[in-house]
């Protein structure tokens, strides 16, 4: 029996791309997606057995579709495909529960396998991908009881972090010098005992900085 896919992505030439890699792989796509509002409209109606999601789409972005998503069927898999090798969105794709984040770059071998792994119900994230977030969400929560909780500044930065932005696009944001954002993202990490910011999204998430 055929497993039931989903295409979530806002160029058609994407979604056909992914018609022609699973040709013969036992898949079949039961609805494409332009963007997340139609994603998660459809993901909800036609009940697939697994959902492939792009994130950077129109009216709601990927990864708010998949949280979305989550809270109606937690047990719905769904597997992020992009084109950005953003480990902000990959902490937040852990964070919302994703079965696993594929690049676009990736072999129809890895694909394949991805998705059938994740119609099984399993995950399909590496374990350098898991022990990086994995280790935000073990950490104490800090909260209030921070001995040097973050400033107002250093909140700010954490959210453009969790924006998926480089230092340099903070500084123009923020109308700061890079050399500026790199302190502040530097203090942030010693605060709050991380090491990344993978791990910095990841624990904003869980103290509800960003949703």
Request: charged residues 25%.
């Amino acid at each position: 029996m055929s497993i039931r896919l989903l295409v979530a992505d806002d160029h058609p030439m994407v979604r056909a791309g992914v018609k022609k890699m699973i040709e013969g792989k036992d898949i079949k796509i039961v609805a494409e997606c332009a963007d997340g509002v139609e994603a998660l409209t459809q993901t909800l109606k036609r009940k697939p057995d697994v959902v492939l999601m792009d994130i950077r789409m129109p009216q709601r972005d990927g990864l708010n579709a998949l949280g979305r998503i989550k809270i109606e069927n937690p047990d719905m898999p769904v597997l992020m495909y992009s084109g950005f090798d953003n480990p902000t969105y990959i902490a937040r794709a852990v964070a919302l529960g994703a079965n696993g984040y594929l690049m676009k770059t990736c072999s129809v071998g890895e694909l394949i396998s991805a998705i059938k792994t994740a119609a099984k119900g399993e995950d399909t994230w590496t374990r350098t991908e898991l022990r990086r977030v994995t280790g935000a969400l073990a950490t104490p929560r800090p909260g209030v009881s921070l001995e040097a909780p973050l400033t107002q500044r250093e909140i700010e930065v954490v959210r453009y972090i969790c924006d998926g932005m480089t230092n340099k696009q903070i500084g123009e944001e923020m109308e700061i010098s890079y050399e500026t954002v790199k302190e502040h993202v530097q203090h942030i990490l010693r605060k709050i005992g991380l090491t990344d910011r993978t791990q910095a999204a990841t624990w904003a998430l869980r103290i509800g900085l960003i949703s």
